[in-house]
């Protein structure tokens, strides 16, 4: 009897039930314009990865499309659409550069050489376009400032900067940039430093075998020697097993101390003049490498500091192990120092 009564009572409360969702309103809905807007944007970047569309056109970015506008896109059988494209690779250029001696101090006067690589369609076709060279001679103004501006191309290249008594640190030049770079505020700097000065530096270019089991290596930088007790002024150990399985995984550690002294990372190629502070007393290294590679460090650039700060230079290390099959472990260093105290390193 209840089964008969409660059946009824179900269909009558679904059908209620669907009925107030067939009169219930629709949920809010974003405006639509900066709903597609939004989902053009997020698809842009997307859209620029593939090489070309089903249609044999390849997207181009755009900034901000309306939500009926499809990204600019050029067609590869389209030879006016392919030139507009390898022209817009041409951008202004908008540059601004400034040289300063060792000092900071601005030189006026210096002759800057450079190129700007502005691209010439040849023919209208993919891989037919070259480099036309536009040549930018220049002089710095008394500030020692330049700029380059009122022409465009894809890139920008400064040669050589040249001025008489000076010579330009070595990574500054040849440079490439993008375009645009730096402002007015904040110009590239190119440093110069006075042929005038050049201190007495000992310098180095060693290679030393070791036993990379994790015992103490003690180098002099003054004599260019190694041993594995006494005095020096780095201590240094590799460890990684002797006997290994191909493939694999193995601990490798090592470690740079510089007794009574420290190391600082270097910031170019060059580094002439060694800081005042940032150096820290050892360098370490923890990796894992497979049975049967060669592990490194790699080349690493520090600064250093020597003899309770009473010597500055720099130096250039990389360890080794194993470094081939008949030799477990090496140590190479590339280094000069200034023995008369001063940061100069030149």
Not at 79 to 84: G, V, W
Not at 90 to 113: C, L, R
Request: aromatic share 8%; with cysteine; hydrophobic share 35%.
């Amino acid at each position: 009897m209840r089964l008969k009564i409660l059946i009824p009572a179900l269909i009558v409360l679904l059908a209620v039930l669907a009925l107030l969702l067939w009169k219930s309103p629709n949920p809010p809905v974003a405006n639509s314009g900066q709903t597609a807007e939004a989902v053009a944007q997020s698809n842009s970047a997307a859209s620029v990865l593939k090489n070309a569309n089903t249609n044999g056109s390849t997207a181009i970015p755009t900034r901000g499309p309306s939500p009926t506008q499809k990204p600019a896109a050029f067609d590869r059988n389209n030879p006016e659409s392919i030139r507009k494209y390898m022209e817009s690779q041409n951008v202004p250029i908008d540059f601004y550069g400034q040289v300063i001696d060792q000092d900071s101090n601005s030189i006026a006067g210096a002759n800057i050489k450079g190129e700007i690589l502005h691209v010439k369609v040849i023919d209208p076709a993919p891989g037919g376009a070259e480099d036309q060279i536009v040549p930018i001679d220049q002089e710095t103004d008394s500030g020692g400032r330049f700029e380059i501006q009122g022409v465009s191309g894809r890139a920008l290249q400064i040669e050589s900067i040249q001025k008489d008594g000076y010579e330009v640190e070595p990574d500054n030049c040849p440079h490439s940039f993008g375009t645009p770079i730096g402002n007015y505020e904040n110009p590239v700097l190119f440093k110069m430093w006075s042929t005038n000065i050049h201190e007495q530096l000992i310098t180095g270019e060693k290679k030393f075998q070791i036993v990379p089991d994790g015992r103490a290596y003690f180098i002099n930088l003054t004599d260019g020697t190694i041993a594995e007790s006494g005095e020096g002024d780095l201590r240094v150990w590799v460890k990684y097993p002797q006997q290994t399985v191909r493939d694999q995984l193995y601990d490798w550690s090592c470690e740079v101390d510089v007794i009574n002294g420290g190391l600082c990372p270097g910031d170019s190629y060059s580094m002439f003049s060694a800081p005042a502070s940032g150096y820290v007393p050892n360098f370490q290294l923890q990796q894992q490498i497979k049975g049967g590679q060669y592990g490194e460090t790699g080349e690493k650039r520090f600064y250093i500091q020597l003899k309770n700060g009473q010597e500055y230079g720099r130096i250039t290390i990389n360890l080794y192990a194993p470094y081939t099959d008949q030799v477990p472990g090496m140590i190479r260093l590339s280094y000069a120092i200034n023995p008369s105290g001063s940061h100069i390193l030149r």
